[in-house]
């Protein structure tokens, strides 16, 4: 800072010298101006950020290493998707059959029951929102006759697009160890889901869509916090870490972003957004930045007790799933009042799913609103964001464990 020096420090009060430290320190860690300092630290990192008309890498860190795609893989179950439909083989309103297989699949879903049926269309809408990962295994199974099936041809049409280091083993990208790709390798997919189907493309903007009695939210947090982002896709397990893929346009320049194996939501959206901010600079094209807002206290309570589970298979891990948490806005005397108050913190959280549901106090039947479908850093910022914009929030903690994929 301009006409500050050791000994100007030195003669402040202590006060003001730590209060001045701390802001110092609080806005080197919210800006990460240049990728190379930014602390995501762990060495299953690895973004890249390319032009997305010439293709021309701007910037990239360990792009080449192998790394677990976790819901990313559902951008390439989306390329065989638009390919079907651009090629007449299957329609928007086609019914997509939900075999056990599918309905099985772990969380994040839409909860489809074996023997069911949703539209082509649906599935695509809980793919881009959701992530849902019985809707990607079923449109696995429409597409290859069996998930497995349509993983070889996801690893084949990969490595025909010119993903090299990429091989799929499931449609929805749920752990497995044998799955892999490359941030370049997903800059690369992106690039050809943008060229190859404009038709499509539109469906990674989607801000929401109803799916039953449930108004389901993007989970691309992008999407409404950096201007000019229209896509891509978020994914998350805990071999991967936190993942995003994002496309951004600014001044007629697009940029495609990969981000690998962040810590948290909220630390992979701020380095995306740094990274894409220096993309556009060195593309001459201005940026203009968002103020960051303080975070107050929140108050956080227990769901009712789990059921104790029982003992591991050998081999598997079992985890608090990820995105179990929920939080709860307020309880109303009547469904339509929950629901309206659920909806409206929910455009304020940006995130997770509008959940209403009865409880007895007192003789009386009370509805609560609550979002549901956050992971535990997500609930907590979100309450907090809540709590000092409409007073009381409660964090609610998961009750069941499963692994998750987001």
């Known amino acids: 800072m301009a006409g500050f020096s050791l000994q100007s420090l030195r003669k402040l009060p202590n006060w003001r010298l730590l209060s001045w430290a701390l802001s110092a320190a609080a806005l080197l860690s919210i800006f990460l101006v240049r990728p190379a300092h930014a602390q995501i630290g762990s060495a299953r990192y690895s973004s890249i950020i390319v032009d997305a008309a010439s293709g021309d890498v701007l910037e990239d860190v360990n792009a080449d290493q192998p790394r677990h795609p976790a819901s990313l893989t559902k951008m390439m179950t989306l390329y065989l998707t638009f390919e079907a439909m651009r090629d007449r083989r299957i329609t928007l309103d086609q019914a997509v059959p939900v075999s056990g297989h599918a309905a099985s699949m772990e969380p994040t879903k839409l909860g489809i029951l074996p023997g069911s049926r949703l539209t082509v269309q649906q599935a695509i809408l809980g793919l881009v929102t959701k992530s849902a990962n019985d809707a990607a295994a079923a449109l696995g199974e429409l597409l290859g006759g069996s998930e497995d ?27 497995d160890p044998e799955q892999w790709t490359t941030a370049r390798d997903l800059a690369v997919l992106s690039r050809h889901l943008i060229t190859d189907f404009p038709a499509y493309y539109g469906y990674f903007s989607t801000p929401s869509f109803a799916w039953h009695r449930q108004i389901i939210f993007n989970h ?45 939501n909220g630390e992979r959206d701020i380095h995306m957004a740094s990274l894409l901010d220096h993309g556009f600079e060195q593309m001459d094209v201005p940026i203009a930045h968002k ?36 939080i709860q806005v307020g309880s109303y005397t009547t469904e339509q009042a929950a629901r309206a108050a659920a909806i409206a913190a ?21 509805w609560r609103a609550q979002i549901a479908g956050l992971r535990s850093t997500e609930a907590q910022e979100a309450c907090a964001s809540l709590s000092h914009r409409r007073g009381q929030c409660m964090v609610i903690r998961p009750d069941t464990h499963v692994l998750a994929s987001r």
């Open 346 to 366: 929910r455009r304020t959280v940006e995130d997770g799913d509008i959940r209403v549901e009865p409880a007895a106090v007192r003789r009386r039947t009370v």
């Open 220 to 264: 691309d947090m992008m999407l409404r916090s950096y201007p000019g982002a229209d896509g891509l896709k978020t994914g998350y397990t805990e071999a991967s870490g936190h993942n995003l893929v994002t496309s951004a346009v600014r001044g007629g320049v697009r940029l495609v972003g990969v981000v690998l194996g962040a810590a948290s």
């Open 149 to 175: 099936r349509f993983a070889q041809m996801m690893t084949l049409r990969a490595r025909s697009l010119g993903m090299t280091h990429t091989t799929f083993q499931n449609a929805s990208g749920l752990p």
């Open 291 to 326: 103020p960051v807002p303080l975070v107050p206290r929140i108050m956080l309570i227990s769901s009712a007790h789990a059921a104790e589970l029982p003992r591991p298979l050998a081999g598997m891990r079992l985890r608090i799933a990820a995105s179990n948490w929920a």
